[in-house]
């Protein structure tokens, strides 16, 4: 058993260097899929047994991508294009993509022309999920990137892999949930960046693996005293809040993040896949049917704002940052509804811009740093 | 006195203003559709009927079916943008509203229209407010998923329920059964919904007169469309965008079929006549892929005029083309019907298709920055295509309703680009 620093270091050199953690499990024979955000039915490659691996862009030079992308396509799909097309992903066997919003839809195409070494295996998810259709319609979807899956790998996936995968993903849920209410109770240590480094790390480990250096963590901090943060406390929101550098200057300000409504985080923990109600893929279908207050889903009435005001109030929160990616449709629909929930709520937020290719903070800093002296 | 005479010495300076060709009986007759169609929602509200919005390639043959008012968000700020009127619904969206600049300008402009409808804005209504409050709306996403956004939005705002068909994205160059089987299902659920919602009953044996008339429609419109493969082309190409609200707003309507009838005969005419309603010679004939540049609708046409090059094809119009024979078909129709909901396979094959019908010579793609489904795989497909068919392409960077998203400097530089190839080919082809 690794100590709490150890544990916290391994997940840090993960987030920092995916490429080693890819490199380690095909030097074990294994195959890794790419899963493109945000959803992408990682169970059933699991199940395959092939190992996920989550592709979330990151800081590129965007040189190659510009032959395929206007310059207002999502910031994530810019440097995934980027990364698939100089060679970086080299080794995956294939790539899930799932359509959440326009980009996506064009980008199964350019990856499908662009990237043809690595074959692309679309999803579409249904959206109308009031449909009692729908849960079919998803399970044929599985279906195929199952079909898809076996053609390019070879592997097959039975139903008691796929019923022990739910499990472990489940599993992998509750103690991602844990570490989330574990963690405001040790501040100090788990720093804005330190937090997010537990969340995102996932995407890089076999999710069993994870589960067990995450328990570790949880386990270490709950032996040490509660932590009393004399700071001040947000909740974020939106698709991603990265780089590191980002992040440190919540910490520079004396702000914890206590929650989050992050897709890269919390929002794909925070539903799990029924225990019972038929087959595994049945049971993944309602999974996605039961996914609630996201910006790539749709849903009516416009949750996300009480959700929001909720997380405030029960993690103690003064106020939430909303870290907008940049040029994300879905996100800039849902942003003038659930701010006035929080305006209506009394609490303050602040918009930030999200993009991997900045390279300079100063501004978001200083507005950081009035956003702290407003909460 | 002085006025007078100052008015007499501009009037003698100024260039006699060329007679404005009359308006073909055509132009006239759905020029009264239009009227009637927001005319009689006006009428049904009046009456306390439920008068619906629609999303562009809804199956507007249910809503005709029933007899309901249905308005068309898309059209109408189409309307706006093309006679300049946006700005204020544009500044009032990304302001007062808090929307992102970022998002489609379609949807900026009617959710601050709409906020004026709901008493939330003060924007003045160009139009006196001739698009009615809606109680209910109609959603389709195979257009583009902004739209699923815009109408939660819209809903929630307005405090009124959607009647959505989810015809999902097709990665396939098919529309695959498991697909229509669940279109199909949320049709029927649809139906029975709006039934119970408007207190209207649906009637098969009118639903197959509606499907009928439809399917005369589309016909027509795509008849009217497949005849300017004829040189010179019979119409202006842009003149046919003008029609499209014969097919976005009415397809499933008779006075359709009369107005379409109609413009097929004056087509018709032109071709015996061996006329034209371009204006100057057809030098170059190109398609156009992607939305109509509204607001700036009269530069491309007085650019492109400049070097007689006609827009004979255009990826666009015939999306409106809608073709079935019954509820599965329709489901099935509806999936594939804009090639924004297809894969890079099918656009391109059906790119490559009109290319050769109507013998271009080159292609403008208008990246729309309201539209990102169109543009973030635009490169590709422009890569491919001209490959395929062995024609230049230009692209020019524009916006279906945000006039500030224009340059008129660039559209005359990339269209004098895309005329030197053309011109090089055209004379590289004569030499043999």
Redo the contacts between chains.
């Keep these: 058993m690794a100590d709490l620093k150890s544990n916290i270091a391994f997940l840090q050199e993960a987030c920092k260097n995916p490429r080693a953690r890819l490199d380690y499990y095909l030097k074990q024979g294994k195959k890794v899929v790419g899963c493109f955000p945000v959803y992408t039915p990682e169970e059933l490659i699991h199940a395959s047994g092939m190992i996920p691996m989550g592709l979330w862009g990151g800081q590129t030079q965007l040189k190659l991508a510009k ?4 310059p ?2 999502c910031p994530i ?1 810019q440097s995934n294009m980027e990364l698939g097309l100089s060679g970086a992903y080299q080794g995956l066997s294939a790539v899930i993509i799932p ?5 996506f ?6 990856w ?3 990237v043809p070494s690595i074959p692309m295996i ?1 999803i ?1 998810y ?3 999920r ?5 849960v ?2 998803l399970i ?2 599985y279906e ?1 990137v199952l079909t898809m899956l076996t053609t390019i790998t070879g592997k097959m996936m039975n139903e008691k892999a796929l019923a022990e995968t739910i499990a472990i993903y489940n599993e992998h849920n509750a103690v991602m949930r844990e570490f989330a209410k574990v963690a405001n109770d040790h501040l100090d240590i788990v720093t804005p960046q330190v937090r997010h480094t537990v969340m995102k790390s996932a995407f890089f480990y076999e999710k069993s693996e994870h589960t067990a250096i995450v328990r570790e963590i949880v386990e270490e901090l709950k032996k040490l005293p509660a932590y009393q943060f004399t700071g001040k406390k947000v909740i974020l929101t939106g698709i991603t809040c990265e780089p590191d550098e980002l992040l440190n200057i919540f910490t520079e300000n004396h702000m914890a993040v206590v929650g989050d409504d992050l897709a890269q985080e919390m929002r794909q923990y925070r539903t799990d896949t029924p225990e019972k109600g038929g087959g595994g893929l049945k049971r993944l279908a309602l999974q996605w049917n039961s996914r609630h207050g996201c ?1 790539l889903i ?5 949750p996300r704002g009480k959700m929001l005001v909720n997380l405030c109030k029960e993690n103690g929160a003064g106020g939430v940052v909303t870290c ?1 990616m940049k ?1 994300c ?2 996100e ?6 659930f ?2 929930d929080l305006r209506e709520a009394g609490y303050p937020y602040l918009t930030i811009e999200i993009d991997q290719q900045n390279t300079s903070y100063e501004q978001i800093r200083t507005r950081i740093q009035t956003f702290s002296e407003m909460i | 006195m002085i006025e007078n005479g100052t008015t007499q010495v501009n009037a003698a300076a100024a260039p006699a203003q060329k007679p404005k060709r009359p308006k073909p009986k055509s132009m006239q007759m759905l020029n009264e559709q239009t009227t009637a169609l927001f005319e009689n929602a006006r009428l049904a509200k009046e009456r306390g009927e439920k008068v619906g919005w629609s999303a562009s390639i809804f199956p507007q043959e249910i809503a005709e079916t029933l007899g309901l008012n249905v308005l068309y968000p898309e059209n109408h700020s189409a309307g706006i943008a093309a006679r300049h009127q946006a700005d204020p619904f544009l500044q009032e969206c990304e302001g007062p ?4 600049n ?3 300008a379609y949807a900026k402009v009617n959710l601050a229209y709409a906020s004026v409808l709901n008493n939330e804005s003060e924007v003045e209504l160009p139009d006196g407010g001739k698009m009615v409050k809606p109680d209910f709306l109609l959603l389709t ?1 195979n257009i ?3 739209l ?3 109408y ?2 819209l ?2 705002q307005m405090n009124i329920p ?1 009647f ?3 015809t ?2 097709n ?1 396939c160059d098919y529309v ?1 059964e ?2 229509v ?2 279109v199909r ?2 049709i029927d ?1 649809l139906i029975k919904d709006l039934c119970a919602f408007t207190g209207k009953t649906w009637d098969d044996k009118r639903f197959k007169e509606v499907m009928k008339i439809s399917q005369r429609n589309s016909y027509l419109w795509e008849r009217a469309n497949n005849l300017m493969d004829h040189k010179p082309a019979p119409l202006s190409g842009f003149e046919l965008f003008n029609y499209m609200s014969a097919m976005v707003c009415n397809r499933g309507k008779i006075s359709s079929t009369a107005v379409l009838e109609q413009l097929n005969q004056e087509i018709e005419e032109h071709i015996k006549e061996g006329n034209s309603t371009y204006p100057v010679k057809e030098e170059y004939r190109i398609s156009w892929d992607g939305i109509a540049c509204w607001p700036y609708l009269r530069h491309n046409l007085h650019t492109l005029k400049q070097y007689g090059i006609n827009m004979v094809a255009s990826s666009y119009g015939k999306a409106w083309a809608i073709e079935y024979e019954d509820l599965d078909g329709m489901a099935r129709a509806y999936c594939f019907a804009s090639t ?2 297809d ?2 396979t099918t656009m391109i094959s059906r790119r490559m298709e009109a290319l050769k019908k109507f013998d271009c010579e080159g292609t403008i793609y208008h ?1 729309n ?1 309201s ?3 169109m ?6 497909v422009q890569r ?1 295509i001209s490959a395929q068919a062995g024609i230049p392409f230009t692209s020019f960077d524009g916006d279906q309703a945000d006039y500030r998203n224009y340059s008129e400097a660039q559209f005359e530089t990339r269209i004098q680009g895309l005329v030197e190839v053309m011109k090089q080919n055209k004379e590289a082809k004569m030499n043999g």
């Design positions: 032959s395929y992308l206007p207002f396509a799909m359509v959440l919003c326009d980009t839809r064009c980008m199964t195409q350019n499908r022309f662009g679309p579409v249904p959206q109308n009031k449909s009692p259709a729908s079919d319609y044929s979807e195929n910006s749709y849903e009516e009435g416009k907008m040029f449709d879905p800039e629909y849902d942003q003038p509804y701010e006035a | 509203l808090g929307y992102s970022d998002l489609c996403n583009c998923n902004q699923t956004k815009w939660e939005n809903a929630y959607i959505f068909i989810d999902c994205y990665p695959t498991t697909r089987r669940y299902a949320q659920q924004n909901g894969n890079a990246v920055r539209c990102k489904v543009d973030c795989q635009m490169m590709e491919q």
